[in-house]
């Protein structure tokens, strides 16, 4: 079940303008046409589509995935959306594909929880790439201990949306358990004063643990790099499929 942040329709008409500071999509825009040259991408986790969408703009063949039907319809109704095929669920939900770059772009990786979902999708972006191709995602770093940041005091804002008022938000840790981390994000509607909840819970793997999960999925061994957009914060991770043939440990 995705988190209500993502699948209430009233969350997900305004998860752009309460974050519409794109700039973390200009490294995978930029490793995807100019540094892999793709011409057919996955985007797992898709969301609202902002990055399918700038993809498809520029040419590029684009399935965008995600299990919140509310987020997807909010793509599905922006300009050139329709160049995109737009599929609700999980990896369990592709067809067969032969991509040049499976994408997970701004956190996606943390959101599965388990060992067993977190294998499963990558040895299904495994399958879903051409010999040769690469999956590119990001994923916090532990060691900055980003949730000590996520706080309402440091958080909370208020956006005037067009067509829908003001609307308040703010993040508010409630537990860490390990490298499990769980946070409310209320949503305030000024127009009529409906409070939307969301919980959500993210996990934290260490760089060590992505990299073995990544050989274990049959991945050639993971290209490391910082973040462009979020500098000694998070780690990108290429990592390509083989070539020869292999199967996954
Ligand atoms: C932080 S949002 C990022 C959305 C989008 N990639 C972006 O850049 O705006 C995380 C997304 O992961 C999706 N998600 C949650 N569980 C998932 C799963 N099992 N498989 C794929 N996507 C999932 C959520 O629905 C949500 O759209």
Known sequence: ????????????EVYDPLDPDRSDLDEYEQIVTDELGAGSVLDVGCGTGTFAVLLAARGVEVVGLDPAAASVAVAQAKPGAERVTWLVGTVDALPGLQVDAVTMTANVAQVFLGDDEWQATLAAARRALRPGGTLV??????????????????????????GVGEVEDWVQVTAVDGELVTFESPTIFHADG??????????????????????????DPAEVRDLAYA??????????????????R
Do not use: C, N
């Not at 500098?231 to 996954?248: D, F, I, N, Q």
């Open 231 to 248: 500098p000694g914060r998070s780690w990108l991770y290429l990592a390509r499929r083989p070539t020869v043939a292999t199967t996954a």
């Open 194 to 219: 409906e409070r939307v909840d969301s919980t959500s819970t993210l996990r934290f793997r260490t760089r060590a643990a992505i990299e073995d999960s990544l050989r274990t999925a049959g991945f």
């Open 137 to 162: 995602f990001e994923a916090r770093r532990p060691e900055d201990r980003a949730w000590e940041r996520w706080t309402k005091e440091a958080s909370r804002q208020v956006v005037a949306v067009p």
């Open 1 to 12: 079940m995705p988190d209500a942040i993502f699948d209430h329709p009233r969350l997900a």
